[in-house]
């Protein structure tokens, strides 16, 4: 009974071993996710630098826009007040 516990134990033992994480373990891991984090800090920068260059094309074109919708409209405006009038 004895021998059959022990060898139990033996088998339960090298099974937690092959499974278990030391400390240089867990610490590589923890630098590989510091690293991957920072790999996903850099790639959320440079998205925000890009869209807010294109936030500013857009912004320029919107505004681009209405300045020349304004002035055809006054265009307009006076040519119909010139034939009315």
């Not at 088998?11 to 937690?16: A, F, T």
């Amino acid at each position: 009974m004895e021998a059959e516990v022990a060898d139990r134990f033996k088998e339960l033992k090298q099974h937690v071993a092959d499974h278990y994480a030391s400390k240089l373990d867990i610490a590589i891991l923890r630098e590989e996710i510091a690293v991957q984090f920072g790999q996903v800090h850099v790639k959320f920068a440079e998205l925000e630098s890009k869209m807010e260059s294109k936030m500013t094309l857009l912004e320029s074109t919107i505004i681009k826009w209405f300045v020349a919708t304004s002035f055809t409209l006054v265009g307009i405006t006076f040519a119909i007040a010139r034939y009315v009038h």
